[in-house]
């Protein structure tokens, strides 16, 4: 009998701290801002499985949002670059 692979929620993958502290540095954003990166699953037909979504919230200020259509494991440094250089969602 194959053993269950232990179930994660989405958002806990171990690389979610690395990529909101890189997200943190590039926007050079203050300590009072939060910054939420979750995985979530992707049903249109034209997207992968999961895709992550990061959002910051400044205390004072606009929040913005943007989205990547892959994992946060599969996610570079050179992406969030190119990532956080576009306008945010709904902007």
Do not use: F
């Amino acid at each position: 009998m194959k053993p269950i692979e232990a179930w994660r929620p989405p958002g806990q993958n171990p690389r979610t701290a690395e990529v909101k502290e890189s997200v943190r540095r590039l926007l050079g954003l203050e300590e009072d801002a939060a910054v939420v990166v979750r995985e979530l699953a992707c049903s249109d037909e034209d997207c992968p499985p999961l895709e992550t979504v990061i959002a910051v919230l400044p205390m004072d200020g606009t929040p913005r949002r943007w989205t990547l259509h892959r994992p946060v494991s599969d996610i570079t440094e050179e992406d969030l670059r190119a990532l956080l250089a576009r306008e945010p969602e709904g902007a």
